[in-house]
């Protein structure tokens, strides 16, 4: 009897089933493949992952120059990305990376022979001088004095905060005494002298608001999610004091008219889905609207490409006379006197700081 | 192109080879199967259980001392509510669960004060506990951070042991109708070892969570990468309320970190509040303590969450509750 099917295959069978087996083998290479290389999430879960780059010893130098000093390291250099921030400053993390962190260096340094007591230092790369400045700002303390040799630094009984350039800088103090926090000093200026920037004070957005009864040193980059609304991005704020009230202003450069009022009509959609009340009285600035927020007032309005306002403001009074000064500012800044825009925002000198 | 009748033996040939191979590629599955998930750290994956350390069926209590020297605090607090012999029996083996989370001198308020830590350590040791230890998991570097906290050394001094965490000390551990705490890596061999705990917490402003305090501390226990919990941190410490029944927490707000916790770093973000709170029920601590950073339980989420799991009651008041002013 003659067989059903032909003992040889014909030579279409045997191509395919050739392909069928080729792609079989490269499943199977690659699944060997894949197998040497696990998932970087399984790999962070390990502990021993925990520590890995923080004691990374690619780079011992110190990381600040100690040059005449009289300090010596305490302890090796630590380096942090924005994967392993968390590791050094847990929760904290949070506010940097928002703010566009790049990496952190940090090391402790102790006066030679005197290991009891000790700096560290950590430098915040933020990428810009506007990053820096924000983490700065937003993290001043109320009673600190500033730094008369410093530009744009802070001191408090046993520390000092900086921002130079593109970098942040905070000095941890194991206590106020006077000779550590002199050798804090040095070290401030050592770092300042090597890593260039501004000599005076810089204050991002500085031209943005206008100087009558603005408080000395309360100016603000928040530079994401500001007031809670996550579209309020780069906001600037400064504090007054008007007729014995504080107050706290706002401002946002966008980029166009259209975009200003239209941040300006949902941040003010959003209080409203919120809870808050359009107050009964308007304020007498055009287009501005002045919402009840519990027992605080917002006033919101857009001036050319600008967003602006008054942040929970406890007297509607004092804010009215704040928005109304604000949007003159801002109206000048967008009319037909104003300066270019690349002035508008850029780095100037802070007076009230030298 | 005609169809030919099917030869017996060719077909059975066919048939075998064909089986063969779908045998063998089969096999070869099996074989490279691997039916559990990559492990997320080495060791055997065994249930892991926690006991419960809590005093028993006793009411809750807690009591609220004011006053500056921790020392005195802590020991009048402890005697307001019947002694430490009331919490550690005598032959018991108890572990001081105390933030040592940053590399940081004891005065800025980061870490537990090493001032509390040894006061603590006697009280355990004066009510006949066998073996004392003080541990956490910091997420800087372990020998550092119990090194320049100051708490190794107070530890030690008073009599007890330290155990800084190591990779083998950790277990997987899901927790029961947990969400995020699920196969997660715990430093279990100290939980294990030890008859009571005792958890020793500052009081901080913490940017993610809004407060650090008795609950926010267990966070310590855990391994790996857990700072994917911050997305939901308000979940996990309700997770970790529920994970850990204590004997009793101690909450330093004698000085309060006020602003830029969980870290502080300078001085001035520190105020003086005067406050210790010792309570069988953590819940209960950290409402009561919410004060000392101006904030009520209700702006806490994780509080309320915490209560809501059943891991106490944010109505302190309700509790025995005993009010002194140490001398």
């Avoid at chain 2, 009280?123 to 708490?151: H, R, W, Y």
């Amino acid at each position: 009897m003659k067989p059903a099917v032909p003992k040889k295959p014909g030579k279409i069978e045997t191509r395919l089933s050739m392909a069928v087996l080729a792609v079989l083998v490269a499943i199977g290479v690659g699944v060997a493949l894949r197998q040497f290389r696990i998932s970087p999430a399984v790999l962070a879960l390990r502990p021993e992952s925990l520590h890995e780059e923080a004691g990374s010893p690619a780079d011992r130098a110190p990381i600040i120059d100690l040059k005449e000093s009289g300090m010596v390291p305490f302890s090796p250099p630590e380096r942090f990305t924005p994967d392993t921030l968390y590791e050094k400053i847990d929760g904290r993390a949070d506010l940097y990376l928002a703010a566009g962190f790049v990496s952190l260096a940090t090391q402790r340094f102790a006066p030679d022979h005197a290991h009891d007591r000790w700096v560290e230092v950590f430098v915040y790369d933020m990428g810009t001088q506007q990053n820096a400045f924000s983490v700065f700002s937003m993290q001043r303390r109320e009673t600190a004095r500033t730094d008369r040799q410093l530009p744009n630094a802070y001191r408090t009984e046993n520390a000092l905060f900086m921002a130079r350039g593109q970098y942040y800088l905070e000095w941890i103090g194991t206590d106020g005494t006077p000779p550590l926090q002199e050798q804090i000093g040095i070290l401030a200026r050592r770092f300042s002298d090597t890593h260039g920037g501004a000599d005076a004070a810089v204050v991002p957005g500085g031209r943005l608001f206008p100087e009558a009864g603005l408080s000395a040193d309360s100016r603000q980059l928040i530079t994401a999610n500001a007031f809670g609304y996550e579209q309020l991005d780069n906001i600037h704020t400064a504090g007054y004091l008007i007729h014995g009230v504080r107050l706290t202003a706002f401002v946002s450069e966008r980029k166009n008219a259209s975009a200003a009022a239209a941040l300006a009509d949902s941040y003010r959609q959003t209080l409203i889905a919120y809870g808050a009340d359009a107050a009964a009285a308007p304020p007498a600035v055009d287009g501005a609207a002045m919402l009840q927020v519990f027992d605080t007032m917002e006033i919101v309005f857009s001036r050319g490409n600008y967003l602006a306002g008054v942040h929970e403001a406890t007297d509607p009074t004092a804010a009215t006379i704040l928005a109304q000064r604000l949007a003159e500012h801002l109206e000048g800044l967008t009319g037909p006197h104003a300066p270019p825009p690349q002035e508008i925002g850029e780095a100037e000198e802070n007076k009230e700081q030298q | 192109m005609s169809e030919t009748a099917m030869d017996r033996r060719e077909f059975i040939r066919r048939c075998t080879r064909a089986g063969v191979c779908v045998a063998a590629a089969g096999s070869l599955g099996v074989a490279f199967y691997d039916s559990r998930a990559p492990a997320a750290i080495p060791g055997p994956t065994a249930a892991l259980t926690l006991p419960d350390y809590s005093v028993g069926p006793l009411p809750g209590r807690i009591c609220i001392a004011r006053g500056v020297d921790r020392k005195r605090l802590v020991r009048q607090a402890f005697a307001a509510l019947g002694g430490m012999q009331a919490f550690v029996n005598p032959g018991e083996r108890v572990l001081l669960k105390v933030n040592a989370a940053f590399a940081s001198p004891p005065g800025l308020g980061a870490t537990t004060h090493p001032d509390l830590v040894k006061a603590v350590v006697r009280l355990c040791l004066e009510a006949g506990a066998k073996k004392v230890t003080v541990t956490d998991n910091p997420i800087n570097d372990p020998a550092s951070c119990f090194a320049l906290s100051g708490i190794d050394a107070a530890a030690r001094q008073a009599g007890a042991d330290v155990i800084v965490p190591r990779q083998s000390l950790f277990q997987r551990f899901s927790l029961t109708g947990g969400r995020l705490v699920r196969d997660w890596p715990v430093l279990a061999a100290p939980l294990l070892q030890a008859d009571r705990i005792i958890g020793l917490a500052p009081v901080k402003d913490h940017h993610r969570s809004g407060a650090s305090m008795t609950l926010k501390n267990w966070y310590g226990l855990l391994g790996g990468r857990r700072n994917i919990f911050h997305q939901d941190v308000h979940t996990l410490i309700a997770e970790l309320a529920v994970m850990i029944r204590p004997t009793v927490v101690v909450l330093d707000g004698t000085q309060s970190m006020i602003t830029n916790g969980p870290t502080g770093g300078s001085l001035s973000d520190l105020k003086p509040t005067g406050t210790l709170i010792v309570s069988t029920d953590p819940v209960a601590a950290d409402a009561a303590g919410a004060a000392l950073l101006g904030k009520q339980a209700q702006d806490l989420p994780f509080i309320a969450r915490a209560e809501k799991a059943g891991a106490g009651t944010t109505d302190y008041r309700a509790l025995n509750l005993k009010e002194i002013k140490a001398i």
